[in-house]
């Protein structure tokens, strides 16, 4: 069956401009979250969803980054004025239940490089 | 959420035993312990959790000391697929997110 499915794979932007992110979660999970990796080390949450609503956003950087899910399936990451430091892999995880399963899957993660 | 603490990196032979220690003294009694790993250039894989007693499923079996303070993660037969970045992680039974460290890179050697 289709896993977490992320995209584009790879983007390189230049500093100061807007990029989106994409998530596609697997079919019916309800929980969906975001986390970003730097290189060399793990990967550092961002968000989460259950459902429609971010039930824990605490660890966005700062309000040059959104996330959305409009109707509790895909999600997009927004991140507005991209700088250098931005760039990493932003990955995307889904669950049937959230952390209590105790299996979230991952996606294989969008690249971002911002010049 | 406790802290974890893993070796920065391990080697094993193929065929063998990996074992990969985490250690945990500040976990408390509300709280998992989470194994997930992670290859080169693709996104976690979730391995085995516990609370306190040990664990065992077709990928590993997850060893919890009796205090809890310690964990050990057995790859019984390792190969080389196995070459990954091992994340041990605490989790509160109510907790809604994981913590990754930077976990312990293990290397499986022909």
């Known amino acids: 069956g289709a896993g977490v499915s992320q995209t584009p794979s790879n983007k390189v932007t230049e500093k100061g401009k807007y990029v989106e992110l994409r998530c596609d979660p697997i079919?019916?999970?309800?929980?969906l979250y975001w986390y970003r990796q730097s290189l060399g080390q793990g990967p550092e949450f961002l968000i989460y969803?259950?459902?429609?609503?971010?039930?824990?956003d605490s660890g966005l950087p700062n309000d040059r980054f959104f996330a959305v899910r409009p109707e509790g399936s895909v999600s997009t990451l927004k991140i507005q004025r991209t700088e250098r430091g931005d760039s990493a892999v932003y990955l995307c995880?889904?669950?049937?239940?959230?952390?209590?399963?105790?299996?979230?899957?991952f996606g294989e993660g969008s690249r971002l490089t911002v010049l | 959420d406790a802290k974890t603490t893993q070796p920065t990196s391990m080697d094993c032979a193929e065929g063998r035993a990996a074992n990969l220690p985490c250690n945990h003294s500040t976990i408390s009694g509300n709280e998992y312990v989470y194994w997930y790993r992670q290859i080169h250039s693709q996104g976690p894989q979730y391995i085995i959790h516990g609370l306190k007693n040990n664990e065992t499923n077709e990928m590993a079996s997850l060893i919890i000391t009796e205090d809890r303070k310690s964990s050990t993660l057995i790859l019984p037969h390792a190969t080389l697929r196995d070459t990954a970045v091992y994340y041990c992680i605490v989790v509160p039974t109510s907790g809604s997110r994981l913590t990754f460290g930077e976990g312990t890179q293990l290397t499986v050697n022909p």
């Open positions: 995880a889904s669950s049937s239940r959230g952390l209590s399963t105790g299996e979230l899957f």
């Open positions: 079919s019916g999970h309800t929980a």
């Open positions: 969803f259950q459902g429609t609503g971010a039930a824990d």
